[in-house]
């Protein structure tokens, strides 16, 4: 029992429970009689189903491979993670999702271990950048932008 108990398998297993719940949530929403595709919720639900099977193969994968990992130990770390996203989420109405994602990424990372200044911060602005260009520029469907500019 001692080797299922270690931070990644309880991640993957953390992850797979949050991504049923949400999923579970997506049920209680009525769509008004609107066709299936053009429901609110038909997109998360496509989503959300991705997420349950890659969590579903993830676990399985730590489960069968020998692990190495220490045991539970970083409580810490993931207290820090909550509190990081509670202020984001937060934030991200009132400063866009540009501005309120890119020191969330980098504190995110930090918090994961990644210690290379330069790897923090290529990935805290490509990947915010990314997605506000791909979802409010090419695909019109949009993110909370800032109230400084709607370009972020």
């Known amino acids: ?80 993670y909550i509190i990081a996203t509670v202020i984001y989420v937060n934030l991200v109405t009132r400063l866009g999702f540009g501005l309120s994602s890119i020191p969330f990424a980098a504190v995110a990372l930090w918090i994961f271990g990644l210690r290379n200044p330069l790897v923090i911060g290529a990935y805290a602005l490509i990947v915010p950048a990314a997605l506000v260009v791909l979802f409010n520029h090419i695909s019109k469907m949009p993110l909370p932008t800032s109230p400084f500019t709607y370009l972020f």
Do not use: Y
């Not at 595709?37 to 496509?46: D, G, N, T, W």
């Open 1 to 80: 029992m001692s080797r299922l108990a270690n931070e990644q398998i309880l991640t993957q297993l953390l992850l797979l429970l949050v991504g049923v719940a949400l999923l579970l949530v997506t049920f209680q929403h009525q769509s008004g009689g609107l066709p299936v595709a053009l429901s609110p919720v038909f997109f998360p639900r496509i989503i959300l189903c991705l997420w349950i099977v890659l969590a579903s193969v993830a676990l399985f994968q730590d489960i069968a491979r020998p692990s190495k990992s220490p045991p539970i130990g970083l409580l810490l770390s993931a207290l820090a």
